[in-house]
């Protein structure tokens, strides 16, 4: 059974700092690429970074400078640095095997002061 668990959400202020963990199971993390996506309230879920098997990044313009994308071969994990947090940033965060059906369960981020 493939399953990803997401982590390291939570409630920061304005200019803070959050760590989003996702641990993967099984042997998919080696072989795909894998992403990180977000979903405000009434809004559309959409792609926030993803890092190839090969560990090329991409990242969404709205995030660029202030998010780091980055994955741990050893560990089976994916990670997200995110800095400079706004409120525009508030949202539940996923992660992804992409390509595949596979999703963590969510992550809630929520930027207020």
């Known amino acids: 059974q493939v399953q990803l668990v997401e982590s390291g959400g939570g409630l920061v202020q304005p200019g803070g700092s959050l760590r989003l963990s996702c641990a993967a199971s099984?042997?998919?993390?080696?072989?795909?690429?894998m992403g990180w996506y977000r979903q405000a309230p009434g809004k559309q879920r959409e792609p926030v970074a993803d890092?190839?098997?090969?560990?090329?990044?991409n990242y969404a313009d709205s995030v660029k400078g202030r998010f780091t994308i980055s994955r741990d071969r050893a560990k089976n994990m994916v990670y997200l640095q995110m800095n400079s947090l706004k409120p525009e940033d508030t949202a539940t965060f996923y992660c992804?095997?992409?390509?595949?059906?596979?999703w963590g369960q969510g992550t809630q981020v929520t930027v207020s002061s």
């Open positions: 890092i190839t098997s090969g560990g090329i990044r």
């Open positions: 099984g042997s998919i993390f080696s072989f795909y690429d």
């Open positions: 992804h095997a992409k390509g595949t059906t596979h």
